[in-house]
């Protein structure tokens, strides 16, 4: 069996985050204990998904990111999460 906080003090940056798999990926990992980077072309949607996940008490961030673009993916880097 797997611990459900099984990714506690860790940092999971989702791609295409802001809906459909990327969604359910990105709030499966904040539900085991992830601080979770949002990266979605389509930043009022990751706002949408980090808003929940920090509504609910979990840490997470939202952030435009076109991953054809190298210095779009690099920025993501750069990240800050308040600390849980």
Same mark, same amino acid.
């Given at each position: 069996?797997?611990? *459900?906080?099984?990714?506690?003090?860790? +940092?999971?940056? +989702?791609?295409?985050?802001? *809906?459909?798999?990327? &969604?359910?990926?990105?709030? &499966?990992?904040?539900?085991?204990?992830?601080?979770? +980077?949002?990266?979605?072309?389509?930043?009022?949607?990751?706002?949408?998904?980090?808003?929940?996940?920090?509504? *609910?008490?979990?840490?997470?961030?939202?952030?435009?990111?076109?991953?054809?673009?190298?210095? *779009? +993916?690099?920025?993501?880097?750069?990240?800050?999460?308040?600390?849980?």
């Amino acid at each position: 069996m797997v611990d *459900s906080r099984d990714f506690d003090g860790k +940092v999971a940056i +989702v791609t295409g985050g802001g *809906s459909g798999i990327g &969604e359910a990926c990105a709030r &499966e990992l904040a539900a085991r204990g992830a601080k979770v +980077v949002i990266a979605d072309f389509n930043l009022p949607a990751a706002e949408r998904v980090a808003g929940a996940l920090a509504g *609910s008490d979990r840490k997470a961030a939202a952030v435009k990111v076109d991953v054809a673009d190298p210095p *779009s +993916v690099e920025a993501i880097a750069l990240q800050r999460l308040p600390p849980r």
